[in-house]
């Protein structure tokens, strides 16, 4: 239990944090509207496995003692951060309408996400983060026990995937509701290009580390 509730409170830290699961859920959230972000959510909290995944099968000592494979993830996950900062650049005010606002934001309902490629595109973006490699890589080597049993560790790692998916499909609800879309209203494209930049950001550190 204490195991636990140190890894509970440790991905409580990280998920929190900005960086790029929270740049692209607050986008897709302001451009497309509650479902595409809950989605978007839901792919990052699946994405989590795939690091889940590798710690288990001891990847994370192979990713750890062979620093051009890390390098080249990065260079992977920085090239995939500015695309997607690109499309967050190009958007722009939404076209005038006369219908009333609704939960979502008024731009964003002029142009629909599909959900897979929402999901897809949540899923990538935690797939191919550094940043959580580097989490899973501490996580499985300095804080849960060697001994401790694979289907602990496994229940862990289920526990983070859902805890991360819930987290952000919380936040997704709480910028679409109806206080926070009237207060973007249809200038929510500076946020999003905003967050376009946030993106680039992060793109130029993992490469500059």
């Given amino acids: ?47 989590i496995l795939i690091h889940v ?15 051009w494979l890390f390098k080249a993830i990065s260079y992977v996950a920085a090239a995939y951060l500015i695309y997607l900062a690109v499309g967050a650049l190009r958007s722009g005010p939404a076209p005038a309408s006369n219908q009333p606002l609704t939960d979502e934001p008024v731009h964003s309902q002029a142009h629909k996400m599909p959900a897979r490629k929402a999901l897809w595109t949540g899923f990538l973006t935690n797939g191919l983060n550094p940043k959580a490699t580097l989490f899973f890589l501490s996580l499985f080597t300095a804080v849960i026990d060697v001994n401790t049993a694979f289907t602990t560790k496994l229940g862990y790692g289920i526990y983070l995937s859902v805890a991360t998916g819930i987290w952000f499909c919380f936040l997704s609800y709480l910028l679409s509701t109806s206080k926070v879309a009237r207060f973007i209203g249809d200038k929510g494209y500076w946020l999003d290009r905003t967050m376009g930049v946030l993106l680039i950001a992060l793109a130029v550190k993992l490469v500059w580390s």
Avoid: C, K, N, W
Avoid at 25 to 40: E, L, N, Q, W
């Fill in 1 to 47: 239990m204490q195991e636990f509730l140190t890894i509970a409170l440790i991905h409580l830290v990280a998920v929190a944090s900005p960086g790029p699961d929270f740049a692209i859920v607050v986008r897709h959230s302001v451009s497309f509207g509650r479902r595409a972000a809950m989605y978007t959510s839901i792919g990052i909290g699946l994405g």
């Fill in 53 to 67: 995944a590798y710690s288990l099968v001891g990847l994370s000592v192979i990713i750890q003692t062979t620093p």
